[in-house]
């Protein structure tokens, strides 16, 4: 279960390197709305962590976390396929609740998942996985950017790691009940 949890949080931690690259992917459009991308992509970040923490509090942890990432995997469909102003401001909006999962998703899946008692002894090591996947994802989206000329192939790769985070939260939650 620890790997499941530290995968799913690594997925979300790689996804928030790519808003750095917001202002690099509306050049390489042609678009000026770069610096807008990224300031409604962390004003979503401030948000959405609130929103999350009201829909967790409503809804559970699988659902808001699905609804999230649902949302996120909408965000990078508009990024990738649809380079106009406001289709990039709305994407980059969605994007910013990447932010969201990879922050208070990942505490509250792993309070759920571990119990209190276990949680201080397991969410350390899951947070540190997370700051190495931001690392690494800012130099990997660059890298691929500069291989490939383009950022379809990282958005392309975030949307499929989103779509496997996806997965491993219905796993998590199956067995948890099957427990």
Do not use: W
Request: glycine share 10%; aromatic share 8%.
């Amino acid at each position: 279960m620890i790997a499941a949890v530290a995968a799913f949080a690594v997925i979300y931690a790689f996804a928030t390197a790519m808003p750095t690259h917001l202002p690099g992917l509306a050049e390489a459009y042609g678009l000026n709305a770069g610096a807008m991308m990224l300031s409604i992509c962390m004003a979503t970040n401030t948000l959405g962590k609130i929103l999350l923490g009201v829909l967790i509090d409503k809804t559970g942890e699988k659902v808001s976390i699905m609804l999230y990432g649902i949302l996120i995997f909408i965000g990078l469909i508009l990024l990738a396929l649809i380079p106009s102003d406001i289709s990039m401001l709305i994407g980059a909006g969605l994007l910013g609740l990447c932010y969201s999962v990879a922050t208070v998703g990942t505490v509250m899946l792993c309070k759920t998942m571990f119990g209190i008692e276990n949680y201080s002894s397991v969410y350390p090591k899951i947070s540190m996985g997370t700051t190495l996947a931001n690392a690494a994802g800012a130099s990997i989206i660059g890298y691929l950017y500069d291989f490939t000329g383009s950022y379809l192939i990282a958005l392309y790769l975030i949307m499929a790691l989103v779509a496997v985070s996806m997965i491993i939260i219905a796993k998590c939650y199956q067995r948890k009940t099957a427990r």
